[in-house]
Nanobody, 121 residues
Framework: VQLQASGGGLVQAGGSLRLSCTTS????????MGWFRQPPAKERTFVAK????????MYADSVKGRFTISRDRAKNAVYLQMNSLKPEDTAVYYC???????????????WGQGTQVTVSS
């Protein structure tokens, strides 16, 4: 299973970006998908996750009301819409997925390579 994250870039504070994550090696449609981020010199932390059918979502408190996770089953893709970006959102963003289909409460097993998001003040 390989995940490819894209859509990162440089944006001014208050701006928006949309990250995309595509999966190869299997369909993403039956699996939990999530986004994590790792700021410079800090640990990787959870950002958001979405259930296999899109009905259940969870967000880190720091991004609630600003970020939206979604999935497009036809495109086998997951997105992270990021609005009202802040300099503290600067990080490498990773998408990830679980190993078990249809299960929401599980660890993330497969990880993408990450995409850099830089928010300038």
């Amino acid at each position: 299973v390989q995940l490819q994250a894209s859509g990162g870039g440089l944006v001014q504070a208050g701006g928006s970006l949309r990250l995309s994550c595509t999966t190869s090696g299997r369909t993403a449609n039956n699996y939990l998908m999530g986004w994590f981020r790792q700021p410079p010199a800090k640990e990787r932390t959870f950002v958001a996750k979405i259930s296999w059918n899109g009905n259940t979502k969870m967000y880190a408190d720091s991004v609630k009301g600003r970020f939206t996770i979604s999935r497009d089953r036809a495109k086998n893709a997951v997105y992270l819409q990021m609005n009202s970006l802040k300099p503290e959102d600067t990080a490498v963003y990773y998408c990830a997925t679980g190993a078990r289909p249809y299960v929401y409460n599980q660890d993330f097993t497969y990880w993408g390579q990450g995409t850099q998001v830089t928010v300038s003040s």
